[in-house]
């Protein structure tokens, strides 16, 4: 422990800080625009894009083999695409490798003025 200097316990500090921004900046902006959205009357969902991104795949039409089973690296979770390769993923079964499903939301507002 003594061979730990103050140098590297702010680095450690400042590491730990530009983490947690990391991680909190995906939340506050989805707030702000979610709460854009319903200003505009806009779609919360999807934006009036009528698309939802897959949550399985995120968007990208393939997954990797071990993230079907649960297993996905944490660390993608944390950066996305950081740390993606083509090499071993597979197309996802979620959205049949479109990335994207028909926002349910649009859908239902679209669908209930029809007889369907
Ligand atoms: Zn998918
Ligand atoms: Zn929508």
């Known amino acids: 422990m003594e061979n730990i200097t103050a140098s590297e316990i702010a680095g450690l500090g400042v590491g ?4 947690c921004a990391t ?5 506050v902006d989805s707030f702000i625009s979610s709460s854009q959205r319903s200003s505009l009357k806009m779609c919360n969902r999807c934006g009036d894009v009528k698309l939802i991104a897959c ?4 968007g990208s039409g393939a997954v990797k083999p071990g993230g079907l089973f649960g297993l996905s690296n944490p660390m993608e979770d944390l950066f996305p695409g950081r740390f993606e390769s083509n090499e071993g993923s597979i197309s996802c079964v979620n959205c049949g490798a479109k990335g994207h499903f028909p926002c349910p939301q649009c859908y239902q507002s679209s669908s209930s003025s029809s007889e369907q």
């Not at 991680?23 to 939340?27: E, F, Q, R, V």
């Not at 949550?55 to 995120?58: A, P, Q, S, V």
């Open 16 to 19: 730990t800080f530009l983490l």
């Open 23 to 27: 991680i909190a900046a995906p939340k």
């Open 55 to 58: 949550k399985k795949c995120k």
